[in-house]
């Protein structure tokens, strides 16, 4: 099987977040089971928080009374909603390394190349999960990371905030993280859209797909 043979699926409009995780659940046992293709999905969910399995209640406020779902992912609460891609990745690390550090490292780097190629310069920071902007008390968080891997098969994955309503993720911490906000490209004034960070990341995605495996990517 090739890089070539996985499925993208881009949905419009706004897919249900139940819709979503038996769709990723089913892929991935058959990915495991039959040998099912590996999938990258790109979609939005209407407004909504996800429990990951380090969710603290203490840091769910919930003023609007959006429904919270359990994820089964990593992580503590994240908000998704309207303006927001998210990515979901069926990917098979058992022909892929199995190894999950390397994994999650070129998740991020993946991130970091695609809002490169809108014009955002992004980063990594210690100690703290997601991808950033900015620096010292201007910093703030544009990208979330957040993921299962399950008999060495990955589930659930990325979110960027593109445009959304940012006053939504008053309603937690965002993944246990007080000392920073969050921002999106408008409000950082960048104006290109969910359509230019799809190309972006798929541009992007053959160099994410050879981290993953350790190969030297090319210049």
């Given at each position: 099987?090739s890089d070539?043979?996985i499925?993208?699926?881009?949905s419009?409009?706004?897919?249900?977040?139940?819709?979503?995780?038996?769709?990723?659940e089913q892929?991935?046992?058959?990915?495991?089971?039959?040998g099912?293709?590996?999938?990258?999905?790109?979609?939005e969910?209407?407004p909504?928080?996800?429990a990951?399995?380090?969710a603290?209640p203490?840091?769910l406020?919930?003023?609007?009374g959006?429904?919270?779902?359990?994820a089964?992912?990593g992580?503590r609460?994240?908000?998704?909603?309207?303006?927001?891609?998210?990515?979901?990745?069926?990917?098979?690390?058992?022909?892929?390394?199995?190894d999950?550090?390397r994994f999650?490292h070129?998740?991020?780097?993946?991130?970091?190349?695609?809002?490169a190629?809108?014009?955002?310069?992004?980063?990594?920071?210690p100690?703290?999960?997601?991808i950033?902007?900015?620096e010292g008390p201007?910093?703030a968080k544009?990208?979330?990371?957040?993921?299962?891997?399950?008999?060495?098969?990955?589930?659930?994955g990325?979110?960027?905030?593109?445009q959304?309503?940012?006053?939504?993720?008053?309603?937690?911490?965002?993944?246990?993280?007080?000392?920073?906000?969050?921002t999106?490209?408008?409000?950082l004034?960048?104006?290109?859209g969910?359509?230019?960070?799809?190309?972006a990341?798929?541009?992007?995605?053959?160099?994410f797909?050879?981290?993953?495996v350790g190969?030297?990517?090319?210049?």
């Amino acid at each position: 099987m090739s890089d070539t043979d996985i499925e993208w699926r881009t949905s419009d409009g706004l897919v249900p977040y139940p819709d979503a995780l038996a769709f990723m659940e089913q892929r991935a046992a058959a990915i495991r089971d039959n040998g099912a293709p590996e999938c990258i999905w790109l979609l939005e969910h209407p407004p909504l928080f996800t429990a990951g399995t380090s969710a603290d209640p203490a840091e769910l406020f919930n003023p609007l009374g959006f429904p919270v779902f359990e994820a089964g992912r990593g992580g503590r609460y994240t908000y998704h909603g309207p303006g927001q891609r998210v990515g979901y990745l069926m990917l098979d690390l058992e022909r892929r390394g199995k190894d999950i550090r390397r994994f999650v490292h070129a998740l991020e780097g993946w991130m970091i190349a695609a809002l490169a190629e809108l014009g955002v310069s992004a980063h990594r920071s210690p100690g703290r999960i997601g991808i950033w902007v900015g620096e010292g008390p201007a910093e703030a968080k544009i990208a979330a990371i957040g993921v299962r891997v399950r008999r060495w098969v990955t589930l659930h994955g990325f979110s960027v905030n593109v445009q959304p309503d940012l006053s939504h993720f008053g309603g937690i911490v965002p993944c246990g993280i007080a000392t920073h906000g969050v921002t999106s490209l408008r409000a950082l004034g960048n104006g290109l859209g969910t359509a230019e960070l799809d190309q972006a990341l798929k541009r992007k995605c053959p160099d994410f797909l050879a981290e993953i495996v350790g190969k030297d990517i090319a210049p």
